[in-house]
């Protein structure tokens, strides 16, 4: 089976400016998540999402981040206007059901923010 | 909050030899637990999972032990090898997403 896609693999922008992240999950995944990996930590979770529902928004940083998952299967992750603390690997996983057991996470796109 | 957090930073081991990766969990609520293993530029990959009503559990090469008592986790590897090079991360769950701790990263000498 294919696995979660996601794209770019790399973005360096400016501070202010504006990014976006694509992820595909895996096909049949109902539920998709979004997680933030700062250099050194562990992956925080931003969004959750149950087709295209949000399940649980609660760590998005509203003002600046936004998510979408209109058709309930492709997402983008937006950050606008881009900060210097945004720098981070930015990770989306997908899984069948709504818990954490059967998580598959894509490759990450790498945000670089000068 | 839930707090996951690891003993060691950085762990090394010669190849051949057992490798032992702890981690410390605040949340005695949690549903679960996963060890996660993260090479350079890819996502995390699952390892292997425990629930909380278990103290063990095996699997290829691998062991997880829970201990609630102390809230404490651990994974055993045996006989580390070097594709066992990589960043490990602890997690757990509840209803509906998990939290992750830093990461121990574990380099095999060979």
């Known amino acids: 089976e294919a696995g979660v896609a996601q794209s770019p693999r790399y973005k360096i922008i400016e501070k202010r400016q504006s990014v976006a992240f694509w992820c595909n999950p895996i096909?049949?995944?109902?539920?998709l998540y979004w997680y933030q990996q700062i250099l050194g930590q562990g992956p925080k979770l931003l969004i959750q999402?149950?087709?295209?529902?949000?399940?649980?928004d609660s760590q998005l940083p509203k003002d600046r981040f936004s998510a979408e998952r209109l058709k309930g299967v492709d997402s983008t992750l937006k950050i606008q206007p881009a900060k210097l603390e945004d720098s981070a690997v930015y990770l989306c996983a997908s899984s069948f059901r709504a818990t954490g057991l059967s998580y598959t996470f894509g490759s990450g796109t790498r945000l670089t923010v000068v | 909050g839930e707090s996951v957090g690891l003993h060691l930073p950085t762990l090394s081991v010669q190849e051949g030899d057992n490798s032992i990766i702890n981690c410390a969990y605040s949340n005695s609520a949690s549903d679960y637990f996963i060890w996660y293993k993260q090479e350079s530029g890819k996502g995390p990959q699952f390892i292997i999972d425990?629930?909380?009503?278990?103290d063990k559990r095996q699997g290829q090469r691998v062991t997880v032990l829970l201990n609630k008592t102390v809230k404490h986790l651990s994974l055993q590897i045996a006989a580390t090898q070097p594709g066992d090079s990589a960043v490990y991360f602890c997690a757990e769950g509840g209803a509906n997403n998990l939290f992750f701790g830093t990461g121990t990263r574990l380099t095999v000498i060979p």
């Open positions: 425990i629930r909380s009503n278990m």
């Open positions: 999402f149950q087709n295209n529902g949000v399940v649980d």
């Open positions: 096909s049949g995944h109902a539920t």
